[in-house]
């Protein structure tokens, strides 16, 4: 199957009103900010969600969620095995996985193997400086052509958090009348709607390492206007968080896109009310696809 035949760059304009889009651990679970303020949904997290979808439509995954999780493979390291155990070329483990899994092909994996040779530590750090060969193993790297950047609100969210607390659970014995202060929690949610936008790109080139092809661009560009479907949670529920707009832009063929990316992108001004325009570039006209 041939590759990707042409450089496509993309933007998702999403909204969110009740739901906390992505919390971070490290701030009592609250909305994801950055230092101005800025409520911010991370790539590993889109890319949970686009994995989650693509699932749901029938194709491969390497990594799957535990909630979302479609074989018996308890991790994956026996998810890996089952597939790249009997393959021993490098090159043929790339090629391998890249065939199986979407994920994989599309936005790439490390793969940690075990060696079993014993070197001396001198030896193991010139190895791994080199090759990421080491005593304890290898590590196989995949880079992917498909790349998505953590999608950032267009206003300041710090005065739109709305906490509460809430019980976390119940006493199992008794009248429940005795709870441990432990058993409170708290909960957040962005009140306002809130407009939030990322942008990606597809790279011709390193898809031809990868076996990214232009049916595979055709799958992602399909689950992009639905990537909050099927996504409810207590922190998510359904229709707090869906996509406005998807904006597509695929430049002529070729291993190299008519602009950057960073030019492109550019071309996209989104207001807080999530209407938006463009600017034009010779050549290059974007296809907008509705959301909800």
């Known amino acids: ?43 590993v997290c889109l890319k949970r969600k686009l994995r989650d ?21 308890p991790n994956l390291r026996k998810r890996a095995e ?8 490098l090159p043929d483990i790339r090629n391998k996985a890249c065939e199986t899994w979407f994920d994989v092909r599309a936005f790439g994996q490390i793969f940690p193997f075990k060696g079993s040779n014993k070197k001396s530590k001198k030896k193991e750090a010139e190895d791994a400086s080199g090759t990421g060969e080491s005593a304890s193993g290898v590590s196989i790297g995949i880079r992917g052509p498909v790349s998505i950047h953590p999608a950032f609100s267009l206003e300041d969210i710090s ?31 962005i009140g306002k709607e809130v407009i939030y936008v990322t942008f990606g790109s597809m ?5 031809e390492r990868t ?7 055709d799958v992602i560009k399909a689950v992009l206007p639905k990537l909050f ?4 949670s207590s922190a998510r529920p359904e229709g707090s968080m869906a996509v406005k707009k998807v904006i597509w832009w695929e430049h ?19 207001n807080s009310d999530g209407s938006y325009s463009f600017s034009n570039l010779a050549g290059l006209t974007p296809e907008e696809i509705d959301g909800f």
Request: glycine letters at 8%; zero cysteines.
């Open 159 to 189: 005065s739109q958090i709305i906490s509460e607390q809430i019980i976390k659970s119940t006493s199992l014995e008794g009248d429940g009348v005795n709870r441990q202060p432990d058993q409170m929690g708290m909960k957040h949610r």
């Open 1 to 43: 199957m041939a590759t990707l035949s042409k450089k496509i760059d993309f933007a998702v304009i999403i909204k969110v009103k009740n739901a906390n889009p992505n919390g971070d651990p490290l701030n009592g679970n609250r909305p994801r900010t950055d230092y101005e303020g800025f409520g911010e949904i991370s790539d």
């Open 203 to 207: 790279n011709p080139q390193l898809a």
């Open 252 to 270: 002529k063929p070729g291993k190299v896109g008519q602009y950057s990316s960073a030019k492109v992108h550019k071309t996209l001004t989104v």
């Open 229 to 232: 479907e099927n996504d409810a």
């Open 211 to 217: 076996g990214f092809s232009d049916e595979d661009t």
């Open 53 to 73: 979808r693509l699932l749901e439509k029938g194709e491969k995954i390497f990594v799957q969620s535990d909630d979302n999780k479609r074989d018996d493979y």
């Open 82 to 89: 089952a597939v790249l155990g009997d393959v021993k070329n």
